[in-house]
Nanobody
């Protein structure tokens, strides 16, 4: 069982930045890939980004490419999502998730473990 805890959300103006963190309770966290998803009110949960266990490969939704960067520090059992040039449409609850394999996996059902989410609100 992997427990994930997100942090770093908040209120920011359009054009601003936030860095989300996802701390894992289980070692070795390094055996799991990590995905970030988000869910806006009234919308389905959508894929944002993913990173393999070794950080050798990453994937991004088209809507965030060039603005968001996913990374991880296995020594700290933590993954990150750096979000730059934020837009009001980025407003959502952001979730991190873990799975043994994440390459090409963009559906929530493909991830076994989830955090509780952190709210990101971008004002215009």
């Amino acid at each position: 069982q992997v427990q994930l805890v997100e942090s770093g959300g908040g209120l920011v103006q359009a054009g601003g930045s936030l860095r989300l963190s996802c701390a894992a309770s289980r070692r070795p966290f390094s055996t799991y890939g990590v995905g970030w998803f988000r869910q806006a009110p009234g919308k389905e949960r959508e894929f944002v980004a993913s990173i393999t266990w070794s950080a050798s490969s990453t994937g991004y939704a088209d809507s965030v490419k060039g603005r968001f960067t996913i990374s991880r520090d296995n020594a700290k059992n933590t993954a990150y999502l750096q979000m730059n040039y934020l837009k009001p449409e980025d407003t959502a609850v952001y979730y991190c998730a873990a799975a043994p394999t994440v390459m090409g996996r963009t559906y929530p059902s493909q991830y076994a473990y989830w955090g509780q989410g952190t709210q990101v609100t971008v004002s215009s």
